[in-house]
């Protein structure tokens, strides 16, 4: 049979390819099969254009390569003494170049394709779970939503506040505005709000006695709640404060709180219902009436005159003041450690009888007729101040039942000691704060046994 040699046909030969120009064009997804030469007349051959390398997104689809790029492929892949020379590339691949797509655009094999679709096809299968969705489950599984009834905020209102509260003049002294101290107090807030750090009402709550505190909650203690499991945003609630506060809050409030000293107020306690988001005013839940001590702040010059001028220079202490003081008891309060400025003249106290105001007050051991306590100072608020007496000697250090042990074996002995005062931070005294002190002479007079006293 007659071929036409003008006629271009494809000649493929695997043993002129390499076995890296097979694997290209096996990866590459490019097949062409031609049967054999006397079963084929090259006039049954068409001049149309194959339809397989339309220029076309097929084209990319089915990862057919085009001619370029498939020719650099196999001259990569032969050995260097069987580089192919144009004439037979050409004869071996016969293509329509104006269907080929530009160099760029040549595609990835069809094993990557197959992966990235995998790919696709897994994350399109996937749910998204934003951060904010996880916080919000998170949320949504560890918050309660209970609905908290009328009936449990008037229970929780009368069971869990205090009516009457001692508020230390420390923490009137350090309040500050914008703070958290008078948050509530004279203005509407979140009823969930009740019980912040540094916060006054919280100081109404029964639960903070056990509590801690810190001035303006600059330590972020935890707060605490007025009616466990509380829902947020449903009650909202005010302290309303009698006399010459009502209608003040904010830096006015504080001004005239600190004007007014030791001052014992009325308040009510209010609760509210909401609407739309608010407290409305109009729905009042629970009541209750309270009194709030707040103690007026001392000047530290106030403190330094009154140490210097109410407290002896030397004292004599009887013998029999030793023998019957007990441990736990009121006599070495205050000795080697540090308690609250006002409880300096305790009945019963080794340093009441430092105050000049001891010489004509009672005295009963350990307290037992509790007798008037003596102020070191007149008007002296509470919690503000704090103080020590150290004792000097083998007592250094020493407190509770092993200074008093020491004492009784020390026999009579004349200790030198000082009065430290120091100022207060988050309701405790302020070792850093050293406000006045003062050196005094304690005359201690030991026991004297029975035995001693009969052979005498």
Do not use: C, H
């Given at each position: 049979m007659k071929?036409?040699?003008?006629?271009?046909?494809?000649?493929?030969?695997?043993?002129?390819?390499?076995?890296g120009v097979a694997s290209v064009v096996v990866a590459s997804g490019f097949f062409l099969l031609v049967g054999q030469p006397n079963t084929v007349h090259a006039d049954d051959l068409t001049s149309t254009p194959t339809k397989v390398l339309q220029e076309d997104s097929s084209l990319l689809e089915k990862n057919k390569l085009p001619e370029t790029a498939l020719k650099e492929e196999m001259d990569s892949a032969l050995p260097a003494n069987q580089s192919a020379t144009k004439e037979e590339v050409d004869e071996t691949i016969s293509l329509d170049k104006s269907s080929l797509a530009p160099k760029e655009e040549v595609v990835k094999p069809k094993e990557e394709q197959t992966i990235a679709e995998v790919?696709?096809?897994?994350?399109?299968?996937?749910?998204?779970?934003?951060l904010v969705e996880v916080s919000n489950q998170d949320r949504e599984a560890t918050t309660s939503q209970?609905?908290?009834?009328p009936d449990e905020v008037r229970k929780g209102v009368e069971e869990?506040?205090?009516?009457?509260v001692d508020v230390p003049a420390s923490y009137l002294e350090k309040a500050n505005v914008p703070g958290p101290f008078l948050a509530g107090v004279n203005q509407v807030i979140p009823y969930e709000a009740f019980g912040g750090d540094g916060m006054l009402t919280r100081l109404l709550l029964k639960s903070s006695d056990k509590a801690p505190w810190s001035d303006n909650g600059s330590a972020k203690n935890p707060a605490l709640l007025p009616l466990e499991g509380l829902a947020k945003g449903q009650y909202f609630y005010e302290v309303d404060l009698n006399g010459n506060t009502t209608g003040k809050d904010g830096q006015a409030l504080l001004d005239q709180l600190r004007t007014n000293g030791t001052y014992a107020y009325q308040a009510t306690v209010k609760v509210y219902g909401a609407k739309d988001g608010k407290a409305d005013l109009t729905n009042l839940v629970a009541t209750k009436n309270v009194t709030v001590n707040l103690n007026g702040l001392v000047s530290k010059e106030a403190v330094?005159?009154?140490?210097t001028k109410n407290i002896k220079d030397h004292i004599d202490v009887p013998a029999s003041y030793l023998e019957k003081a007990n441990v736990p008891g009121p006599f070495l309060a205050g000795v080697n450690q540090v308690i609250p400025y006002e409880a300096f003249g305790g009945d019963?106290?080794?340093?009441?009888?430092?105050?000049k105001a001891s010489d004509k007050a009672p005295w009963s051991d350990n307290g037992s007729a509790k007798n008037p306590a003596l102020l070191p100072l007149e008007g002296l608020a509470k919690g503000q101040y704090f103080y020590e007496v150290d004792l000097n000697g083998n007592t250094t250090g020493k407190d509770g039942q092993a200074l008093l042990d020491q004492l009784r074996l020390n026999g009579t002995h004349a200790y030198q000691a000082t009065v430290k005062v120091y100022g207060a931070k988050d309701g405790k005294a302020d070792l850093t704060?050293?406000?006045a002190t003062k050196d005094v002479t304690v005359s201690l007079n030991g026991l004297v046994s029975k035995e001693a006293v009969k052979d005498s």
């Open positions: 071929f036409n040699t003008n006629q271009k046909y494809t000649r493929w030969s695997i043993r002129r390819l390499s076995v790919s696709n096809q897994k994350e399109e299968a996937k749910p998204e779970a934003t209970s609905v908290t009834t869990n506040t205090k009516d009457s330094k005159d009154s140490v019963g106290m080794l340093t009441r009888l430092l105050l704060n050293l406000v």
